[in-house]
């Protein structure tokens, strides 16, 4: 059985779409296997080393299958994927770029609330707390831009 993970595109953080992601042929390069982190030409080892902190993943563990339990089986579908397959490498969070996952605008409240307890279970309370001011960072760009479509909390 090969290990999975969720993408939920209300749950990924904040991130630039990479400088190679806007280049003609990032789809193409899709097709390479992962690597890992290249630099100049050079896959860089050891950038994050693998130890026990000694706190569980058991609640983060649990949050997500939970968040699985309550998804639709369309969105389910949509939103778990071996760890070898390249849907994880396409996100980004740009305007023209289409997410992957399932966006908390598709969801009903309480599969939101499932999502935000993935969150909490799985970022520290400063994280947590950036996420949501992120979130309502956009949906104040939306009342500003009069554009519902492009942003929204």
């Given at each position: 059985?090969?290990?999975?993970?969720?993408?939920?595109?209300?749950?990924?953080?904040t991130?630039?779409?990479?400088?190679?992601?806007?280049?003609p042929?990032?789809?193409?390069?899709?097709?390479?296997?992962?690597?890992g982190?290249?630099?100049?030409?050079?896959?860089?080892?050891?950038?994050?080393?693998?130890?026990?902190?000694?706190?569980?993943?058991?609640?983060v563990?649990?949050?997500?299958v939970?968040?699985?339990?309550?998804?639709?089986?369309?969105?389910?579908?949509?939103?778990k994927?071996?760890i070898?397959?390249?849907?994880?490498?396409?996100?980004?969070?740009q305007?023209?770029?289409?997410?992957?996952g399932?966006?908390?605008?598709?969801?009903?409240?309480p599969?939101?609330?499932?999502a935000?307890?993935?969150?909490?279970?799985?970022?520290?309370?400063?994280?947590?707390?950036?996420?949501?001011?992120?979130?309502?960072?956009?949906?104040?760009?939306?009342?500003?831009?009069?554009?519902?479509?492009?942003?929204?909390?």
């Amino acid at each position: 059985m090969k290990t999975t993970f969720a993408i939920v595109t209300c749950i990924i953080f904040t991130a630039a779409m990479p400088a190679h992601a806007q280049r003609p042929g990032f789809d193409r390069s899709l097709a390479d296997p992962y690597r890992g982190i290249v630099a100049g030409g050079t896959t860089e080892k050891d950038v994050f080393k693998i130890e026990s902190t000694g706190v569980s993943t058991e609640p983060v563990r649990e949050a997500a299958v939970a968040l699985l339990t309550g998804l639709s089986e369309e969105q389910r579908a949509r939103t778990k994927f071996s760890i070898d397959e390249a849907e994880w490498r396409k996100w980004a969070n740009q305007h023209g770029y289409k997410r992957q996952g399932v966006g908390c605008d598709e969801m009903t409240e309480p599969q939101r609330e499932l999502a935000f307890a993935m969150m909490r279970a799985g970022l520290s309370a400063k994280g947590l707390k950036k996420s949501e001011d992120i979130m309502k960072l956009n949906g104040t760009l939306a009342e500003l831009a009069d554009d519902f479509e492009e942003y929204g909390e």
